[in-house]
């Protein structure tokens, strides 16, 4: 996370560190095909509200409106 190595995190590398950690989720540096199947799994799950096991316009523009997006 301490891209420049000063021992500092910046809020620019917390920032962009948090995107490969949420994917990394035994934290050993490396992403897993097991951990990315699994993070999109559970994204997916998040998105499809009905869970019909699709994702409509709806669930995705809501979805994507809670994340701040």
């Known amino acids: 996370m301490d891209s ?4 500092a995190i910046t809020q620019a590398e917390y920032t962009a560190a948090l995107p490969f950690a949420v994917f990394d989720q ?3 540096g490396a992403i897993s095909r097991e951990e990315f199947l699994a993070t999109h799994h559970r994204m997916f799950m998040r998105f499809d509200a009905d869970a019909d096991q699709r994702i409509s ?3 995705f523009a809501t979805a994507q409106r809670a ?3």
């Open 4 to 7: 420049n190595k000063d021992r």
């Open 26 to 28: 035994n934290a050993d």
């Open 57 to 59: 316009f709806l669930e």
């Open 67 to 69: 994340a701040g997006r």
